[in-house]
């Protein structure tokens, strides 16, 4: 299954990358893959922006605006101003 | 009380430890079961700290869990026949994905943790095995920096562990992906049902108490019949939003869920419609056609949050375009069902 086209927010800056690695490590979703010692992002619509490859890009080569892609945390950071966030009682 | 998955616990260089069992009896499963169902949910937690599966000494692997007990009872309930220890980070009872989200499965958490159980005194070495999807949250090569210990991403799913141990520390690519089967998608329904019953049977308290309006003024009598009829449409909307389409989520067209719940809304009018459900009077036939597809569409677009594979940006985007369309639908057909109560 895969969800809207086009609007994920993730970028790689491929002069900073060290080709470490870590980020296909993390991905979830395969986003990722190493190419002649390079990180490569193949499947860019498949990202959820859950933030851990940048998080554990030691070089800060990748950019991705996280957040949860959920509604109800979105009307909820809506609601109370602040940025979209999960309710207490409803990620268990 | 006495916490029966609590065996004994084993004298360290850094205090004594509590051992559990890494096997689930009733008691862990009647837990879980209420966990699921939203019961006391926030509750459902377990002390943070360090604890020991089978009989481990300094040189056995170190994993790191969430103190949300259903997270914590899936890992310990994989290492059966393995000796570790477990390190329990306080993610204020969340599992370690959303913790991960929220931060509080994270790269201080972790340091902090390491410190508090003097698990430097207790194990030799210095590595921890980090569930993958704890990654949002830890940076690996900051916690190295400021804990000295080598942060190894373990599988997405506990029950992998055992093949990850065996094959060298070394995740398959089907380790380090995370799906959402059919079996991932019904075990969140229970939780969607009941976040948003209650808002069920408030709506269906207001239909029961306008539907007594009719021409001649208001009749209790035509309020329960048609009060009753009305609470089981809405009733079917929602079962179409929350069970339907997760259930159905892959087959059903589009990629938006607001678009998937239109869609199971409609097959739904459909239904009724053969089934002769359908209202005599063609105002009411449109005020249910909106009002079903405003909360099958709606409720469809909050299974999102406990999907595997949605995105910030993708969410915001359907909610662009989807909620303006659902407020307005559901406005206008109650107007149009108060109209119908006196045609």
């Not at chain 1, 390079?38 to 990748?62: H, L």
């Not at chain 2, 799913?157 to 060298?168: K, P, Q, T, V, Y």
Request: proline residues 3%.
């Amino acid at each position: 299954m895969k969800y809207l086209r086009n609007v994920a927010t993730l970028k790689l800056d491929a002069e900073r990358c060290i080709g470490c690695g870590v980020c296909s490590t993390v991905c979830p979703h395969a986003v990722f893959d190493i190419i002649g010692k390079k990180a490569r992002i193949v499947d860019k619509d498949s990202c959820m922006e859950c933030g851990a490859c940048a998080r554990n890009c030691p070089a800060c080569a990748i950019t991705v605006k996280s957040g949860v892609g959920c509604a109800a945390g979105i009307i909820a950071g809506m609601l109370r101003g602040t940025e979209p966030a999960c309710d207490e009682g409803c990620c268990g | 009380m006495k916490k029966k998955y609590i065996t004994g616990s084993i004298e360290t260089k850094g205090g004594e430890i509590p051992t559990v069992s890494t096997s689930i009896d009733r008691m862990d499963k009647w837990g879980a079961f209420k966990a699921r169902c939203s019961i006391g949910r926030m509750r459902y937690t377990i002390r943070p700290g360090l604890y020991a599966a089978g009989n481990p000494d300094q040189d056995s692997i170190v994993l790191v869990s969430a103190n949300y007990k259903l997270s914590f009872d899936v890992l310990r309930s994989s290492l059966h026949g393995i000796d570790a220890w477990i390190l329990v980070l306080d993610t204020k009872g969340i599992n370690v994905w959303c913790a991960a989200g929220k931060g509080t499965f994270g790269t201080d958490e972790i340091v902090n943790r390491i410190e508090q159980t003097r698990l430097k005194e207790i194990i030799g070495h210095r590595k921890l095995i980090v569930p993958q999807l704890g990654a949002p949250g830890v940076a690996a090569h900051e916690v190295k920096k400021h804990s000295g210990f080598t942060v190894i991403y373990g599988p997405v799913r506990a029950s992998d562990i055992l093949s990850f141990l065996e094959n060298g520390m070394v995740a398959t690519a089907e380790m380090r992906k995370v799906n959402f089967s059919m079996r991932d998608r019904s075990v969140l329904v229970p939780v969607e049902f009941v976040m948003g019953f209650k808002h069920l049977v408030l709506a269906s308290v207001v239909f029961f108490l306008l539907a007594g309006l009719h021409k001649g003024g208001y009749s209790t009598q035509v309020a329960l019949t048609a009060g009753s009829r009305s609470t089981l449409i809405l009733l079917l909307a929602f079962l179409t939003g929350t069970i339907m389409v997760p259930m159905l989520l892959p087959w059903l067209p589009g990629r938006s869920f607001s678009l998937k719940g239109l869609i199971a809304g409609l097959i739904l009018i459909v239904v009724l419609g053969v089934s002769g459900f359908a209202e005599s009077n063609i105002i009411e036939s449109l005020a249910w056609i909106l009002i079903v597809t405003a909360i099958s569409s709606f409720t469809a677009m909050n299974f999102t949050g406990a999907s595997t594979y949605t995105s910030l940006s993708g969410v915001k985007k359907e909610m662009r375009i989807a909620v303006p369309l659902q407020i307005t639908a559901s406005l206008t057909g109650v107007t149009l069902w108060i109209i119908g109560r006196f045609v």
